[in-house]
């Protein structure tokens, strides 16, 4: 049987996320990815929906516990900021140059040798 939560999280889904479901209830090939996608979308939602019903309570206990603990407090909301804010991912990048080159002068072959040769 569906909890209150599930079904409330049913509900905020978009037509993808519903789509990802459907699949995943399927029994499709990608059930490992779309069960994935579909329980965090449903955590996603639950957790904002839990924080929209009771946010004077929230705040209130936010305030209680950071009375004896600020950082503990503190830690409270960046945790819950985690299951409803997208978390950026970091990806570093090097571009080295031998030289300047017209990318409008290379041939198809030489543009092909560039990217093999990126790769590597």
Do not use: C, H
């Not at 209130?60 to 950082?71: C, F, I, N």
């Not at 830690?75 to 140059?97: C, G, N, T, W, Y």
């Amino acid at each position: 049987m569906r909890t209150v939560l599930e079904k409330l999280a049913d509900d905020q889904l978009t037509p993808d996320q519903k789509s990802v479901r459907r699949v995943a209830e399927a029994g499709l090939t990608r059930t490992t990815d779309a069960s994935k996608k579909l329980a965090t979308a449903r955590l996603r939602t639950a957790i904002a929906e839990l924080t929209d019903r009771n946010m004077a309570q929230f705040q209130y206990w936010l305030e209680y516990v950071a009375l004896d603990d600020p950082k503990g407090a503190l830690d409270i909301v960046v945790r819950m900021l985690e299951f409803s804010v997208p978390k950026l991912s970091r990806v570093e990048a090097q571009i080295s140059a031998a030289g300047t080159v017209a990318l409008e002068d290379l041939t198809i072959g030489e543009l092909k040798a560039l990217l093999a040769q990126a790769k590597t």
